[in-house]
């Protein structure tokens, strides 16, 4: 019986909250949820309170009756509590026109109390205009409709009044909120921009630098390095200016790269690298791999007399975040990357916290028995996910 009822009822509170803004209709939740919690049992208390104040009028020489009384009073409280909860809510109608319900509402009141009072002579089977003849009665009848439209008056013009002045100034902060926010994400993004072209350079030039010192040392291995260097170039250069490379993109540089520091190194520089096929897809930001390999091969392995292995592996963490570890087996302290506090290091921690925030990281330990091993933490996400 009650079900379609119910239904009905709630496809009106849907359709009524569809038609509010969100801020009207989080004040609507809130109300909900405060009324069902503790709110009825202030209704309960206004009601008892009313009802004894009905009791002491009736005892006053106002020639009203209890049950007239306490129908009247909490007429009158309960029309007064719908009128300000309408105000409350609804506060956005009353915008510009208050002083128009202020002029209205008292009018309004009153020719409410006399057709109230001519209905209720007509419910006695009377005459329903006879309480005009005693003054006694037509004096309660003016009084309680001036009365009521008064107090009708001054609750809905100050609750309106202040909701309008709150939601001004709560849309106009959330206003704000949302041009700071766009603000910070386009610095943000320019910021980024900015450090990924600053890596660019960063491995052109000691790329450059490595060709040219086996250049002038006339190595029969410099022709297949300037091959190496234009595939590295070729395959470095773009995917430095992209947002994100797949990890397959980033293997291929790191090996390109691994190819031209063993021409360079010869036998000093051993390397390998494991990225399962599983993760080949994997959205990573570009360069950030290849910084850490970089800086394994010139702070590790270049300054260890017999040189070194570079262990290059992509894996999942316990915690579902892509782990890139880049082991090598070089000089260790010696080679001054403890601290963590290189150009390519600090960088790749300026970018995890832009990209990722908290939930992205870079950590160094020492490697056993000799070398470090530096780990990025990131979210895994696809080339076609948003960052």
């Excluded at 107090?151 to 704000?176: F, G, K, Q």
């Excluded at 450090?195 to 960063?202: G, T």
């Excluded at 390095?225 to 070729?234: C, G, K, M, Q, Y």
């Amino acid at each position: 019986m009650f079900a379609p009822l119910k239904s009905r009822y709630d496809a009106f509170a849907e359709r009524l909250l569809c038609s509010l803004s969100e801020i009207e209709r989080e004040d609507v939740r809130s109300f909900d949820r405060w009324f069902y919690g503790e709110g009825w049992r202030w209704l309960a208390g206004i009601v008892v309170a009313t009802t004894a104040c009905a009791w002491i009028a009736s005892r006053l020489p106002w020639n009203m009756s209890f049950v007239e009384a306490t129908v009247l009073f909490n007429l009158i409280v309960l029309a007064l509590l719908w009128s300000g909860l309408t105000a409350w809510f609804g506060y956005r109608k009353f915008s510009g026109r208050v002083f128009r319900y202020v002029l209205l509402a008292p009018a309004l009141a009153l020719g409410g109390a006399i057709a109230g009072a001519s209905i209720g002579g007509l419910i006695k089977r009377s005459d329903p205009f006879a309480w005009m003849l005693d003054s006694a009665k037509l004096r309660h009848v003016v009084i309680a409709g001036l009365v009521f439209g008064f107090l009708y008056t001054v609750v809905v013009a100050l609750i309106a009044v202040l909701r309008n002045r709150e939601y001004r100034a709560l849309a106009a902060h959330l206003e704000a909120e949302r041009e700071q926010s766009e603000l910070s994400r386009k610095l943000a993004e320019s910021r980024l921009r900015m450090l990924q072209l600053q890596v660019e350079p960063h491995f052109l030039f000691n790329t450059l630098g490595s060709a040219q010192q086996l250049a002038e040392k006339g190595a029969p291995e410099a022709a297949r390095l300037i091959a190496n260097l234009i595939r590295f170039l070729r395959a470095a250069t773009p995917a430095l200016r992209e947002d994100s490379a797949t990890l397959a993109q980033e293997k291929a540089l790191v090996e390109a790269y691994l190819g031209i520091m063993r021409t360079r190194l010869g036998k000093r520089l051993a390397w390998a690298v494991d990225v399962p096929p599983a993760l080949a897809s994997v959205a990573v930001p570009p360069g950030m791999l290849i910084t850490l390999v970089e800086n394994a091969v010139k702070h590790g392995i270049e300054p260890a007399a017999d040189g070194g292995r570079v262990d290059v592996r992509a894996s999942l963490a316990a915690d579902g975040r892509l782990e890139l570890a880049v082991a090598d087996t070089g000089a260790g302290l010696a080679g001054g990357t403890a601290g963590g506090q290189g150009v390519g290091l600090a960088n790749i921690r300026e970018r995890l916290a832009l990209l990722h925030g908290d939930a992205a990281a870079l950590d160094l330990c020492a490697n056993e028995p000799t070398g470090f091993v530096a780990r990025i933490l990131l979210p895994v996400r696809r080339p076609d996910a948003t960052p």
